[in-house]
């Protein structure tokens, strides 16, 4: 069975870090590209960042640009997405998702991770 | 870039057809993908690549996508089905372009 379990959401000054995590099972990691997906509360979901099956490419949206860092460990079947200065408007639930390439859809999504930006 | 309009709501009685439709500029020409988000749930696809159907997902939900719009069809809708719906395309002209739509609020009456 696909699985995919965030970790790492919590509350955060604006400023302020945080490392969201994703764990998959029950496929073969390496083989997938990996995104994160945003949804803020009462809004609609939004791309965040992608990276390649074996983190040699990554790509963010204008929004997060030189401020979130995606990567990967596909020895520990892990995804990673690194927050720097953090702001309020990134207050968002955030879904890690798999695609087999580019074109391809999102066919499983975590159950996703809170973050809060607030001080 | 690329952007993808959906209604923000779409009611329908059960046993109806719902349609929601996802408008972008010769949208015809991407592959459009579409998921379904219950509250507090994660969202899951329910068509890929314009009318194709994963595991699972019921015959009733169908796609189709010309000119400028992609339409999903729910047909014989029930009460389950009352979600929010998202559109969704790669831009292959960017790097960084995947893209959603806003969402359509279904609501089952």
């Known amino acids: 069975e696909v699985q995919l379990v965030e970790s790492g959401g919590g509350l955060v000054q604006p400023g302020g870090s945080l490392r969201l995590s994703c764990a998959a099972s029950?496929?073969?990691?390496?083989?997938?590209?990996m995104h994160w997906v945003r949804q803020a509360p009462g809004k609609g979901l939004v791309w965040v960042s992608r990276?390649?099956?074996?983190?040699?490419?990554?790509s963010y949206a204008d929004s997060v640009k030189g401020r979130f860092t995606i990567s990967r460990d596909n020895a520990k079947n892990t995804l990673y997405l690194q927050m720097n200065s953090l702001r309020a408007e990134d207050t968002a639930v955030y879904y890690c998702?798999?695609?087999?390439?580019?074109?391809?859809?999102?066919?499983?999504w975590g159950q996703g991770t809170l973050v809060t930006v607030s001080s | 870039s690329y952007v993808l309009t959906q209604p923000p709501s779409v009611s329908v009685a059960p046993g109806k057809t719902a349609r929601i439709t996802c408008g972008g500029n010769?949208?015809?020409?991407?592959?459009v993908h579409w998921y379904q988000q219950k509250p507090g749930q994660a969202p899951v696809l329910v068509i890929y690549?314009?009318?194709d159907r994963p595991s699972g997902i019921p015959e009733r939900f169908s796609g189709s996508n010309s000119g400028n719009t992609a339409t999903l069809t729910i047909s014989r809708v029930e009460a389950g089905d009352e979600a929010d719906y998202y559109c969704?395309?790669?831009?292959?002209?960017?790097?960084?372009?995947?893209?959603f739509g806003g969402g359509t609020k279904l609501t089952v009456l």
């Open positions: 998702a798999r695609a087999l390439i580019a074109a391809r859809p999102f066919d499983y």
């Open positions: 029950g496929f073969t990691f390496s083989s997938y590209w």
């Open positions: 990276i390649n099956s074996d983190g040699s490419s990554t």
């Open positions: 010769n949208i015809g020409s991407k592959s």
């Open positions: 690549y314009d009318s």
């Open positions: 969704q395309v790669w831009d292959s002209s960017s790097d960084h372009n995947w893209v």
